[in-house]
């Protein structure tokens, strides 16, 4: 069925190491964006892609890395450079980037 | 950069009432506007959005309204159900950049 897919659901990693979020897509949508949410708090952007090999920077990019090599996948990296990483991690994508973006089901990483 | 924010945090509805989710937003360029619901531990599901060219828009149960004077946007939801209890976010987009949340409200239906 058609949606988006975010794995794992949960995710532990030791302090120091990277970790690679997935996020795939069969809805044919060319914009991607990743988004992180903290307790209680809104959703603050981290990188998105408009088109497939483009992306860009959102507000909290410092410590994240992305790729577009596919259009159906957005993968972020949080590396050892993100200070405060345990978080509830987002992604959406929407047809066009002037669209409503549909999210995925979330990847809660927990950084021990 | 600017922000999208809400009134009230928090918000008791007795079940079969009508709900009032208020939004305010500084950012005048904003041309669209959509609301979104978010059941604990889940990805935020949309509900309904709004373009800057209307000033109102109905859903099943839920409308909009956009009050561009005053920069403020409400989400009704209409004889509210058990079900509704989630934490509604605003957001907003100006053109084709990503859209900008704010805090959320949460709603807690009352049996």
């Known amino acids: 069925d058609g949606g988006i897919t975010q794995s794992p659901k949960y995710l532990f990693r030791k302090e120091g190491q990277n970790v690679t979020l997935s996020c795939e897509q069969n809805l044919n949508h060319d914009a991607m964006y990743w988004y992180r949410q903290d307790p209680g708090q809104g959703l603050r952007l981290i990188y998105y892609s408009q088109i497939v090999n483009d992306f860009q920077k959102g507000d909290i990019a410092e410590g994240y890395s992305v790729s577009r090599e596919k259009k159906e996948s957005f993968p972020l990296t949080v590396t050892s450079a993100q200070k405060n990483p345990t978080a509830f991690y987002l992604c959406?994508?929407?047809?066009?980037?002037?669209?409503?973006?549909?999210f995925g089901q979330g990847t809660r990483l927990t950084v021990v | 950069g600017e922000n999208v924010g809400l009134h009230l945090p928090t918000l008791s509805v007795q079940e079969g009432d009508n709900s009032i989710i208020n939004c305010a937003y500084s950012?005048?360029?904003?041309?669209?506007f959509i609301w979104y619901k978010q059941e604990s531990g889940k990805g935020p599901q949309f509900i309904i959005d709004i373009r800057s060219n209307m000033d109102k828009r109905q859903g099943q149960r839920v409308t909009v309204l956009l009050n561009k004077t005053v920069k403020h946007l409400s989400l009704q939801i209409a004889a509210t159900q058990p079900g509704d209890s989630a934490v509604y976010f605003c957001?907003?987009?100006?053109?084709?950049?990503?859209?900008?949340f704010g805090k959320g409200t949460r709603l807690s239906v009352i049996a």
């Open positions: 957001a907003e987009r100006v053109g084709n950049t990503p859209l900008v």
């Open positions: 950012n005048s360029a904003s041309d669209y």
């Open positions: 959406a994508s929407s047809p066009t980037s002037d669209r409503e973006a549909f």
